[in-house]
């Protein structure tokens, strides 16, 4: 791979692609790293092997550079899924594509977060918004159906469950603090600070607030209290699982 900041994911997926591609089953687990900041066409390799395809865009020059470099992973992938249809092997392929974190690069020295606005194109009035991403699952075999699109909250924790249903896989659910996002299971997202979002509205700790989702919409006090508690729950959960070594005492592991 070229010694270069940031190094190409379009590399990395060629240079490694043959050691599993004919060897089934194989999991595989990528990082990109061509859509790391900083974002100028002058200190980023990635942004400046793209620049010419964002000229165009009506943007500041750090957020046409932020959208630039993240085309070497596009790249990346378009390699990865023909090679995968070449060999016969996109059907039997699942790919699942997250975000570990938002773009905070982008405005890494001002903390003002002028350019993630303006990118997003609307105000970040709280983490939730900042946070704001997608969850992508593909398959080959998928491609003839329409996509199914979930608009419920979901977050990193409920990817695990999700898979682990979609592969029939036999697990207790109870000892993951997700959900499968295509269950009945009441949609959650929450933070650390015990801030949380459902299908029903957003609660903000700090203000003491429920908000909800469309404007004069009724919302139990209940319903309210309720969440709060499954929320205190599974961060107290989350936090004993390592503090207690569970799964260590739960599966008997040397």
Not at 104 to 130: A, H, K
Not at 184 to 191: E, I
Not at 197 to 223: C, M, Q, W
Request: aromatic share 12%; glycine share 6%.
């Amino acid at each position: 791979i070229t010694a270069q900041w940031p190094e190409s994911d379009s590399e990395m997926i060629q240079g490694t692609l043959s050691t599993y591609i004919q060897k089934e089953p194989f999991y595989i687990y990528y990082m990109t790293v061509s859509g790391h900041s900083l974002y100028d066409f002058s200190k980023n390799a990635m942004s400046k092997k793209h620049q010419e395809k964002v000229k165009h865009l009506e943007y500041s020059e750090p957020v046409k550079a932020y959208i630039a470099c993240q085309l070497e992973l596009e790249e990346a992938l378009t390699y990865l899924v023909k090679q995968l249809e070449k060999s016969g092997m996109a059907d039997d392929t699942v790919i699942v594509i997250c975000a570990d974190h938002f773009p905070y690069g982008l405005d890494q020295e001002s903390g003002s977060m002028t350019y993630l606005q303006e990118l997003y194109g609307v105000p970040i009035e709280n983490d939730f918004v900042r946070d704001h991403n997608r969850l992508i699952i593909w398959s080959g075999c998928l491609e003839k159906n329409e996509p199914i699109v979930v608009d419920t909250p979901v977050s990193s924790i409920d990817i695990l469950p999700t898979l682990c249903n979609l592969f029939a896989v036999d697990f207790d659910s109870r000892l993951l603090p997700g959900r499968d996002v295509f269950s009945d299971a009441t949609p959650l997202v929450y933070t650390l600070g015990y801030d949380w979002k459902t299908d029903k509205g957003t609660y903000l700790a700090g203000r003491g607030k429920f908000i909800p989702n469309h404007e004069g919409e009724e919302v139990s006090e209940d319903y309210i209290e309720n969440m709060k508690n499954i929320v205190k729950n599974k961060i107290t959960y989350s936090k004993s699982v390592l503090q207690k070594d569970y799964f260590r005492h739960l599966f008997g592991a040397e």
